[in-house]
């Protein structure tokens, strides 16, 4: 049985995910994830609402196994950002969670999850940090809104919190859709 183990007492951001899921990999394995990272084809441009996100990763050079995991962690956002802000899903406008570079973590994450191939994904307690974050929207406390969110739909938290940004509303979703159980 296979079991993809993440770490995220000190750090869960969506970096440190992929991190954790390619040192999982052997050395050539991991090299190929982040080939087919970069020949998937996410546009530097920013993806606005869902359905642009949907739009790029239907375009993508990838499986569908991977666009399906993508899909499904936009949908996780594009709630809790609707939650964030009292409107309909369709209605919700990504900022820093819609740029190619968030999407192009989200899909070597995936990439790597399917490379691993695990029977069951764990994890530990997530780290969200403590203080402000400045974004988009102006100065927010920590965890951000969306990020407190979608960390209410049963995502355990460390009761010993770190200063800055631990978990990103993107790292939130990835993690909400691919861990099966928390230990601590």
Known sequence: MTTLVWNLEENATRRHLLAEALLQLPEARRAQVRAAAEAAGVPEGHHHDLGAV?????????????????RA?????????????????????????????????????????????PDE??????????????????????????????IARGIPTCERLLEGERCTPTSAAVILHFVERYER
């Open 54 to 70: 949907y739009a790029t990763i239907d375009a993508l050079d990838a499986s569908e196994r991977v666009k399906d995991d993508m």
């Open 73 to 117: 962690i936009y949908r996780i956002l594009a709630e809790a950002e609707a939650t964030a802000h009292g409107c309909a899903v369709e209605e919700t406008h990504f900022h820093e969670v819609g740029n190619g570079e968030a999407l192009r973590n989200v899909a070597a994450i995936c990439l790597a999850v399917e490379a691993l191939d």
């Open 121 to 150: 994904i764990v994890a530990t307690p997530v780290q969200t940090g403590r203080g402000t974050v400045t974004c988009a929207h102006g100065e927010l406390p920590i965890p951000a809104p969306a990020t407190a969110a979608i």
